[in-house]
T-cell receptor, first 113, second 116 residues
């Protein structure tokens, strides 16, 4: 069974631009969670989607948004990029039940200059 | 608040030794815990999980211990190998739905270095 895939793997953007990242979960998984990983803050939860609905959201500004499609693929968007948005963005897929394991993709490394 | 912290940021061992990585969690409502391994340039890799109705769970060369009284979690790796060198994270979840959906709260991580 194929794992979680994320595209692109690397991205360089300029302040003020916007960016869209994509995540394809493991086949059969209906939940996708997104995390931001930085050296200073570690891994922080952004939001979770299940069956095209956002069920949970972390403490990030409204510039961070996402969506999920009927095939469970998910995208996250960051608008008006700031230097502090430079990070590794990880998505994780799961069956969608609470208290169950999540499987992570390789991440997208975003650099904002 | 909801936070999971690690006691030791770095751990250095010799190949063949047993390693113990510790984690303290602060949310007494947490009832599901996972250990992840993250190698450089990769996403976190699931190692083992444990629920709060257990105090010990074993996998292949790994054992997770849970002490709910002191809110402490540990990962034991037997016969540590150079390929075990990575950053190890503990993560917690509350299996009660609502604001728990899809949300794992991670610790800071411990860097494990295994010397040949």
């Amino acid at each position: 069974k194929a794992g979680v895939t994320q595209t692109p793997r690397y991205l360089i953007k300029t302040r003020g631009q916007q960016v869209t990242l994509s995540c394809s979960p493991i086949s059969g998984h209906r939940s996708v969670s997104w995390y931001q990983q930085t050296p200073g803050q570690g891994l922080q939860f952004l939001f979770e989607y299940f069956s095209e609905t956002q069920r949970n959201k972390g403490n990030f500004p409204g510039r961070f948004s996402g969506r999920q499609f009927s095939n469970s693929r998910s995208e996250m968007n960051v608008s008006t990029l700031e230097l502090g948005d430079s990070a590794l963005y990880l998505c994780a897929s799961s069956l969608g039940l609470v208290g169950r394991e999540q499987y992570f993709g390789p991440g997208t490394r975003l650099t904002v200059t | 608040g909801e936070s999971v912290g690690l006691h030791l940021p770095t751990l250095s061992v010799q190949e063949g030794d047993n390693s113990i990585i510790n984690c303290a969690y602060s949310n007494s409502a947490s009832d599901y815990f996972i250990w992840y391994k993250q190698e450089s340039g990769k996403g976190p890799q699931f190692i083992i999980d444990i629920r709060s109705n257990m105090d010990k769970r074993q996998g292949q060369r790994v054992t997770v211990l849970l002490n709910k009284t002191v809110k402490h979690l540990s990962l034991q790796i037997a016969a540590t190998q150079p390929g075990d060198s990575a950053v190890y994270f503990c993560a917690e979840n509350i299996s009660a739905g609502g604001t728990s959906y899809g949300k794992l709260t991670f610790g800071q991580g411990t860097i494990l270095t295994v010397h040949p």
